[in-house]
């Protein structure tokens, strides 16, 4: 009985949370990027909804990574 009384705590009451996900699931991925792979989908779904995670660099460092990457061109 206690474990039952355990789900239903667990349990969500509303579809706010999937609702939520699939709205930023659609937000990132539009017509013009819709050749994410699912892991990368998944890893910036996570970003957008939790937030970065901050524990193993700084924000200098994660910009200067940004920086110095490879340049990108965009065909128009």
Do not use: W, Y
Not at 15 to 38: D, H, I, K, W
Request: aromatic content about 6%; hydrophobic content about 40%; proline content about 4%.
């Amino acid at each position: 009985m206690f474990q039952l009384v355990q789900l239903m705590v667990i349990i969500p009451t509303s579809t706010a949370v999937v609702e939520r996900g699939f709205s930023t699931m659609n937000l990132l991925c539009s017509p013009l990027r819709s050749t994410f792979s699912q892991t990368k989908l998944t890893h910036l779904m996570h970003t957008c909804i939790e937030g970065l995670d901050l524990n193993d660099k700084t924000l200098e460092e994660l910009c200067d990574a940004f920086k110095d990457r490879k340049p990108r061109k965009i065909m128009l």
